[in-house]
């Protein structure tokens, strides 16, 4: 209720529209657009989907796409065409005890995905995909969804609602690149905290450090090789410290004071 009493605190649904993958496996099956060819794409479903970037599935069986029968028919508006840009994914279905309930990740050109992942193009979203990828991979964000959540499932509803900070065009300029560039991590949250004057906003220089620290995340991650499937529920020991500023920059976009936070933080490891 404190979040939202905020004025300049927006909901998901005013910045951005989340789509449910366009390959229904039952309905496609019986078209028989589905093919063993292994030389047709996979198609991605929801277990490829790990934090900030696609993995090999952890479960399920592979599914390949003849794609010249899939789009046959369909005109270019149809969201059978999503593959052609650049999108964010994020898991439609994840246990209650699992070690986040929302899982984003970014889904490059010419990949298709199943009806088990809900997505959002860049014609969809008013904000940069990599600060709306920040956003969804937030403990604020992961915390407020568990409140509400009595499933398994991410429906739209409640992606639609989930709060967003007002992204303010303007603001002083700072040089958080070179901090950044030195993983001095506090220097560069209490220089961000310090261009945070009105609660509920992202003014543009915070926006952008969000975006290059997503970039960096993302890196990591696709480059990372896991050892075994349990590294899956966490991020490369890199990609842990610039989580954490992010995670903290995002608390005071929201108004949240560090006690707020800790609380918060608190009650994601009593959630799990």
């Not at 004025?7 to 989340?18: A, N, P, T």
């Not at 509803?157 to 303007?170: A, C, E, H, R, S």
Request: glycine content about 4%.
């Amino acid at each position: 209720m404190k979040i939202l009493s905020v004025e300049k605190i927006l909901r998901m649904s005013q910045i951005g529209k989340s789509y449910q993958g366009e390959v229904n496996e039952t309905n496609e099956r019986k078209k028989q657009t589905l093919t063993s060819d292994p030389s047709a794409p996979l198609v991605l479903h929801g277990a490829n989907i790990c934090m900030y970037t696609i993995r090999e599935a952890s479960q399920g069986e592979d599914i390949r796409l003849d794609v010249q029968k899939f789009l046959k028919g369909k005109g270019k508006e149809a969201k059978a065409f999503a593959y052609e840009g650049n999108r964010i994914g994020f898991q439609r279905s994840s246990p209650q005890n699992n070690f986040r309930r929302i899982i984003a990740a970014p889904i490059p050109k010419n990949n298709f995905c199943l009806d088990t992942v809900s997505y959002i193009v860049e014609d969809s979203s008013k904000i940069n995909l990599d600060l709306l990828l920040v956003l969804l991979n937030s403990k604020i964000l992961d915390w407020y969804f568990r409140i509400g959540s009595t499933n398994s499932k991410v429906n739209e509803y409640q992606f639609n609602v989930l709060p967003v900070p007002t992204v303010i065009m303007d603001g002083p300029d700072i040089n958080w690149q070179s901090l950044l560039s030195k993983d001095q991590w506090q220097e560069l949250f209490s220089l961000l905290c310090s261009t945070l004057t009105e609660v509920g906003t992202m003014p543009k220089s915070v926006a952008e450090a969000l975006i290059e620290m997503c970039r960096c995340i993302q890196e990591n991650e696709r480059n990372r090789v896991l050892k075994n499937r349990s590294e899956r529920s966490r991020l490369a020991p890199e990609s842990q410290p610039i989580q954490d500023v992010i995670d903290r920059i995002l608390f005071r976009c929201y108004g949240i004071c560090d006690d707020d936070a800790r609380y918060i933080e608190q009650r994601l490891l009593e959630m799990l």
